[in-house]
């Protein structure tokens, strides 16, 4: 029997859905599904940050498959030991997927949470997923507080590049000046945060918009 595309990605989501995955034990969540295992920084996505059922709910993350085909990275993390990151296998230097991945990056560039997941994943294989993961953590912190306190309705993206991008401690900096100033609306902070950012990106010769 033949089967297309589109049918067997359909199957693979019925199949999950009918638990029969759990069973073959590809049921594990990741801690951090804001860190995403190929290095995608999933935590300063606009789609990660949505109310309502549009929402990602990051790599792994509940009900993952419910709105995602079946990852291959993440079949390949369970059979490796319930890797949080492929930067932490032993194999990543003659992965074929990482090879692949590399390609795609230099080839397809864009937003940049896909552009850094090649650093990403040396960043962790050098220093420890819990070292990079306590910077993504603070970082999406930040990140809450720019959508929750200085958006006007059109900030968000913006914010998510800027705090992927900008180094942590000039973003902690940032916020805890514009935390002591007294805005009259939510229309200007965004203003004064969004500006005060750009000038910090010129400054660091960092393209954010």
Same mark, same amino acid.
């Given at each position: 029997?033949?089967?297309?595309?589109?049918?067997?990605?359909?199957?693979?989501?019925?199949?999950?859905?009918?638990?029969?995955?759990?069973?073959? %034990?590809?049921?594990?969540?990741?801690?951090?599904?804001?860190?995403?295992?190929?290095?995608?920084?999933? /935590?300063?996505?606009?789609?990660?940050?949505? &109310?309502?059922?549009?929402?990602?709910?990051?790599?792994?993350?509940?009900?993952?498959?419910?709105?995602?085909?079946?990852?291959?990275? &993440?079949?390949? @993390?369970?059979?490796?030991?319930?890797? *949080?990151?492929?930067?932490?296998?032993?194999?990543?230097?003659?992965?074929?997927?990482?090879?692949? =991945?590399?390609?795609?990056?230099?080839?397809?560039?864009? /937003?940049?949470? /896909?552009?850094?997941?090649?650093?990403?994943?040396?960043?962790?294989?050098?220093?420890?997923? *819990? @070292?990079?993961?306590?910077?993504? &953590?603070?970082? *999406?912190?930040?990140?809450?507080? =720019? &959508?929750?306190?200085?958006?006007?309705?059109?900030?968000?993206?913006?914010?998510?590049?800027?705090?992927?991008?900008?180094?942590?401690?000039? =973003?902690?900096?940032?916020?805890?000046?514009?935390?002591?100033? %007294?805005?009259?609306?939510?229309?200007? @902070?965004?203003?004064?945060?969004?500006?005060?950012?750009?000038?910090? @990106?010129?400054?660091?010769?960092?393209?954010?918009?």
């Amino acid at each position: 029997m033949s089967c297309n595309w589109q049918t067997w990605q359909l199957l693979k989501k019925r199949v999950w859905r009918s638990g029969l995955m759990a069973n073959w %034990g590809f049921n594990f969540q990741k801690e951090h599904p804001g860190i995403a295992l190929c290095g995608l920084d999933c /935590y300063a996505c606009p789609r990660y940050h949505t &109310i309502g059922s549009s929402r990602c709910p990051g790599c792994d993350g509940k009900d993952f498959s419910e709105k995602h085909p079946s990852c291959g990275f &993440i079949s390949c @993390a369970f059979k490796h030991g319930r890797l *949080e990151s492929c930067g932490l296998c032993p194999e990543i230097d003659t992965c074929n997927r990482i090879t692949r =991945l590399k390609t795609v990056i230099k080839d397809q560039p864009g /937003y940049p949470s /896909y552009q850094n997941r090649i650093a990403n994943l040396i960043k962790i294989k050098g220093t420890g997923f *819990e @070292a990079f993961a306590d910077t993504c &953590i603070r970082k *999406e912190a930040l990140l809450k507080t =720019l &959508i929750d306190k200085y958006n006007d309705g059109r900030k968000k993206a913006f914010y998510c590049r800027a705090v992927q991008l900008l180094p942590l401690p000039d =973003l902690e900096n940032l916020l805890d000046e514009n935390a002591k100033k %007294g805005y009259k609306s939510v229309d200007d @902070a965004a203003l004064a945060v969004s500006n005060s950012l750009k000038e910090l @990106a010129n400054k660091l010769g960092i393209e954010v918009c």
